[in-house]
């Protein structure tokens, strides 16, 4: 790719771009989080959790909704 290429996009189009991307990656590490807390809870349930692991996913979690939160935050003041 030319760098003259990206300097074709407009400032609009390329804060469009921006948002997408970062409301994707906010998808996906909700997402992930989701799937590592239910396994987290299956594995409680059917009495096969390791403490270890079950607190490693928890924190893992945690990390991916923060990240999620950042790449994609809640701002009314910003909506129309």
């Known amino acids: 790719m030319n760098t003259n290429d990206s300097n074709k996009l407009s400032e609009e189009k390329k804060s469009q771009v921006r ?16 799937i590592i807390i239910l396994i987290d809870f299956a594995a409680f349930v059917i009495g096969k959790a390791d403490p ?6 928890i924190m893992i979690s945690i990390a991916l909704l923060a990240i999620a939160a950042l ?10």
Do not use: E, V, Y
């Open 19 to 34: 948002r997408r991307t970062n409301a994707r990656i906010a998808h996906w590490c909700s997402f992930a989080a989701l």
């Open 52 to 57: 270890f692991f079950t607190q490693l996913g």
């Open 71 to 80: 790449n994609n935050p809640t701002n009314s003041a910003s909506k129309k």
